[in-house]
């Protein structure tokens, strides 16, 4: 009854609408969801760590900092383990892998745990960010979106960008950058039936944002850039191509989990107090960071030293600086520990907290040398673009999220040198970001769209079940009678238990079987070993891989060390162009109307 009502009411709004303009109703949904789920994550956290800042306050040398991080990480594994029953699908990576092998599907669960779980990991003071959280709901809410309306795979894609971007700008205010990210992260291309609805998806989180949050990021006041700082500006980009490796390297290893032969509980108390340890002695590194960027930005670059239980010593310049450095390459390391022992956040914020005090190290350094004069601010925004760049692979993200949110669009061209050079060496080092690094090693999911092509293809398609199999124990003569019924060039000879012993190619014994002396001989005389053999649980991209390897058109199928068919190289070709067509239709699914 529901599937008939469904049918009818998709039937009427076809007549009313497009699918075109259908989709794009949905996408402005999906950014409605996405912006309102941003700003209460925003507001939730905002207040607890504005609390837990007072609270702070009136405690001598703020021990709390070495607490509050393990309550919320505590809470956090907790909550994602008694009740979401461990269903909770972490980072970025988590959404990628949705779309290349869930045909864009996420789980419902995902479009309110992650708000949960994250604002009590910042809200606590865990060192991580809210825009991997905020990314991974607005992506459940795009894709649940979708699977309500029965959309098609590609639409369900489209919407999880849409979510995406909706919940990048509202939280920046930055709705260039909200589409932007969702085309260079997630989507991967750029054609009309994708940039409109991101583009209404994303205005429309940004309109939600400042109607109920309008409370600014970042405020910079800059009059523009000098020649003169030109040199310096590629010194910065240059490490901050370095500092993105590192971020991708040391944070993807810390985020896997630490003291992995710990107890979950046990590990989050202990990296909990070990993360509280070290933010007692380094206080920016609580939460998010970016109440410490403003301060920075604003030329306080003394107050992030205020809290700390070194304070008084910190008042040199030089000590002062070798402080910065510290945060520079603590930041990671601490969003790792609070990820690794539990935590929900992502890297996302840490990165731009890691490339604006490489900025203002860079800035602040040279000053103290009395050889030029360099602008503080210009620096700690040009380091936020290069780290962001750098890590995510997305230099366009990065210069239009920077200038969006900082108001700095006069610093266009030094956040495009920036951008720019550490990009390029971050990709020396590193061919994928961050989050297709893990994926790419460790799972075997590539983001090129043959994989995509190949993976759609379900193994039972392309398996031959028609085949004529030979018993180890047959003569040749035996055989002769099997071929005169078929027209197949290659048997299975199998054990009595049906296992598969081996194969006999009519092409490797086409001449022999004139021969009269051959008939009286066992069919263990005639056969071969396959060349490789392909397991029913293998993926197609596997397969291909394997007769691309060996140069074979035909490879046996075995399950459970049963044999059950063959595999044509011709056929998984002629399935892969049926699938690819239709995949190119759905690319463009609105050319029919």
Not at 332 to 343: D, K, Q
Request: charged content about 15%.
């Amino acid at each position: 009854m529901f599937k008939n009502l469904f049918y009818k009411i998709t039937k009427w709004r076809l007549k009313l609408n497009s699918q075109r303009n259908f989709l794009i109703y949905c996408s402005a949904l999906a950014g409605l969801l996405g912006g309102l789920a941003a700003v209460a994550l925003k507001f939730l956290v905002h207040f607890m760590e504005d609390v837990s800042r007072s609270i702070s306050a009136h405690l001598p040398f703020h021990f709390i900092y070495v607490f509050l991080p393990a309550l919320g990480i505590l809470f956090t594994v907790i909550y994602t383990h008694l009740i979401n029953r461990d269903k909770l699908e972490k980072g970025i990576g988590s959404i990628l892998v949705n779309i290349k092998r869930n045909r864009s599907n996420i789980a419902a669960n995902n479009m309110y745990a992650h708000l949960i779980s994250s604002s009590l990991t910042v809200g606590f003071g865990g060192s991580s960010g809210l825009e991997a959280p905020i990314v991974c709901t607005g992506a459940a809410l795009g894709s649940n979106t979708g699977r309500f309306f029965k959309l098609t795979s590609y639409e369900k894609m489209v919407l999880i960008g849409a979510g995406a971007s909706a919940g990048i700008a509202a939280v920046f205010n930055s709705p260039i950058a909200g589409v932007l990210f969702s085309l260079e992260l997630l989507i991967g291309e750029i054609t009309t039936a994708t940039f409109i609805p991101l583009l209404i998806a994303s205005a429309t989180g940004v309109v939600v944002s400042k109607v109920l949050y309008s409370r600014q990021l970042f405020h910079l006041a800059t009059d523009g850039w000098v020649m003169a700082a030109l040199p310096f500006y590629i010194l910065l980009a240059l490490l901050c191509g370095c500092i993105s490796v590192y971020i991708a390297n040391v944070g993807g290893k810390l985020e896997k989990g630490i003291l992995p032969k710990q107890n979950r509980y046990v590990r989050a108390i202990i990296g909990g107090l070990l993360l509280g340890i070290i933010i007692l002695v380094f206080p920016p590194l609580f939460g998010e960071g970016y109440h410490d960027v403003q301060e920075i930005l604003n030329g306080n670059i003394e107050i992030i030293a205020n809290g700390s239980i070194f304070s008084e010593w910190l008042s040199h310049p030089l000590a002062l600086l070798g402080f910065i450095a510290l945060l520079v390459f603590l930041k990671i390391i601490a969003t790792g520990i609070t990820i690794g022992s539990g935590g929900n956040g992502g890297t996302f914020a840490p990165t731009m907290f890691t490339g604006a005090f490489l900025g203002l190290f860079i800035a602040y350094g040279i000053n103290q040398t009395g050889l030029i004069h360099l602008n503080t601010s210009n620096f700690i925004a040009a380091g936020m673009a290069g780290a962001l760049s750098g890590v995510l692979h997305a230099p366009l993200t990065a210069i239009f999220l920077i200038a969006e949110i900082t108001g700095g669009y006069v610093l266009f061209i030094p956040l495009m040198i920036v951008s720019a050079i550490s990009y390029i060496i971050s990709r020396y080092f590193n061919p994928h970001n961050m989050y297709w690094h893990h994926l790419v090693h460790e799972r075997n999911i590539r983001p090129d769209h043959d994989d995509d092509t190949l993976y759609a293809i379900p193994l039972d398609s392309v398996i031959n079940r028609n085949f004529s199999a030979i018993s180890k124990h047959s003569s040749v003569k035996d055989f002769y009678t099997v071929l005169s019924q078929t027209q197949a060039n290659i048997f299975p000879v199998l054990n009595d238990g049906g296992s598969l012993e081996g194969v006999v190619l009519l092409d490797e014994i086409r001449k022999q079987l004139f021969d009269t002396d051959i008939a009286g001989q066992n069919i263990a005389d005639i056969m071969i070993a396959p060349p490789a053999v392909v397991n029913y649980g293998q993926s197609v991209t596997s397969v291909m891989a394997l007769f691309d390897a060996n140069d074979v058109w035909q490879l046996p199928v075995v399950k459970d060390d049963k044999f059950i068919g063959f595999i044509s190289k011709s056929t998984l070709l002629a399935k892969y162009r049926e699938v690819f067509i239709s995949q190119h239709r759905q690319a463009d699914p609105f050319a029919h109307y």
